[in-house]
Nanobody, 123 residues
Framework: DVQLQASGGGLVQTGESLRLSCAAS????????IGWFRQAPGKEREVVAC????????HYVDSVKGRFTFSSDNANNQVYLQMKDLKPEDTGVYFC????????????????WGQGTLVTVSS
């Protein structure tokens, strides 16, 4: 049984930091496309950061470049999203996803999704 468990969300103030984790069981994250997505209330799910297994390229949405960092820990089968200088517009439910996709920045085609972790940034 494959599970992705996202954690680390919480309520923070503008300018603070959080680190999200995504732990996989029954599935090896290494060797797959992996994405972090978020969904704000009333908005569509959007990519935040992702890694393409084909060339190990990292992609970030423009709004988080320089503030968010994607990393992986293959030994522990986890990936992380370090988020710094958080802003109210970063508020949303953050999901991790894994699989083989045409483009890791697209929220379609992923085989597995975590349940989401809520990030709330107050002004």
């Amino acid at each position: 049984d494959v599970q992705l468990q996202a954690s680390g969300g919480g309520l923070v103030q503008t300018g603070e930091s959080l680190r999200l984790s995504c732990a996989a069981s029954g599935y090896t994250l290494d060797g797959h496309d992996i994405g972090w997505f978020r969904q704000a209330p009333g908005k569509e799910r959007e990519v935040v950061a992702c890694v393409s297994d084909e060339d190990r390229s990292l992609h970030y949405v423009d709004s988080v470049k320089g503030r968010f960092t994607f990393s992986s820990d293959n030994a522990n089968n986890q990936v992380y999203l370090q988020m710094k200088d958080l802003k109210p517009e970063d508020t949303g439910v953050y999901f991790c996803a894994a699989g083989f996709v045409a483009g890791c920045w697209l929220p379609v085609g992923y085989d597995y999704w975590g349940q989401g972790t809520l990030v709330t940034v107050s002004s």
